[in-house]
């Protein structure tokens, strides 16, 4: 029977993952990475490669919501799947910040309202659909290192709101508000998930298929908490901001300091999966998640150095922002690669 072209596309909407917007936060990052450093050029190809897969993703997931909303209903009640919707919020507010570096401010605020309600809204859906509202107990049993997407979603919207912050005079409380809230619950939020996913591996059988590349949006969730962090330091005096800038900017270098730790012992872990126990390393959109962590590590590094005046920091942003910019080609590479063999091939009998 034939496979037809249609067919495999309609399988492949149908087979979308709610975390593929990590696509758009990997190459977002390092667009933004890329800017700090000086590489205009480059950094505008990775904002077009960035903005084309959040254009063709949001449609995507447009048509997979109207044509197969009952895989997209299956995807919001599994825990160890719902959570990747939060790489929504960061993909659009990951844009939205490159853009604001280009000072296309309108579109920024634009888009950060708009990840901002989703925000909202799956903050409140998502750990009720997945967790809360479960029958099976214990839940934990089912965390994973995509819970930790919940924080990097949070600490998005904080970087956003810092963004465009000094251009919009006449909300500038209400920004800081938003900042530093989204900020605090980031913080919160990557307690909460840390303490659930260490249960879940201390508590039930742990094998190499625990292992899997959103486990690196632990070190992520932490990077993306010092640039939120670093961003705030820097907003102009709000009564919300002034009350907490101490607190942050020392919390800013602590956490730095944790994601630094945590990148060995994440490196051990997949050496220990695919070459100890040799499982093979095939494309999976999953894969997004460890070049977005890379690239967030580097930008945080980039620009805590610099605000700190850390020279350290800053050298080790700028080294791993090439090990970052290596593994999205790699990524991409596969990517393209998959597709073409399992949408663009041609029919066979």
Known sequence: MADGFGARVRRAVEGLTPGDFALVMASGINSVGLRLEGFQLLSRVLLGVCGAA??????????????????VVEDFLDPRRA??????????????????????????????????????????????????????????ANANGTWFIWVVASQSVAVAAATVEPVFDSVRRELAVLAVTSWSVGVFLYGAAGLLVSLRLMLYAFGHEELTPPSWVSMGALAITVLAGARIVEMADAPMVTATRGLIAGLAVVFWAFATWLIPVLVAAGWWRHVRRQ???????????????????AVAGIYLGRADHLPVVEAVGRIELRVALAAWALVLVAMIRHIARTVLRSSVS
């Open 54 to 71: 959040f254009t063709g993703l949001l449609l995507l997931t447009g048509w997979r919501f109207a044509a197969f909303r009952a895989a």
């Open 83 to 140: 959570f990747g919707f939060f790489t929504f919020v960061a993909g659009t507010n990951v844009l939205a910040v490159r853009l604001g570096m280009a000072r296309f401010d309108a579109a920024t605020a634009v888009l950060l309202a708009l990840a901002g309600l989703a925000w909202l809204v799956l903050g409140y859906v998502v750990p009720w659909t997945a967790v809360l509202g479960r029958q099976e107990r214990p839940v934990v």
């Open 279 to 297: 499982v093979p390393l095939r494309y999976h959109a999953t894969l997004w998640s460890i070049v977005f962590p890379l690239g967030m590590y």
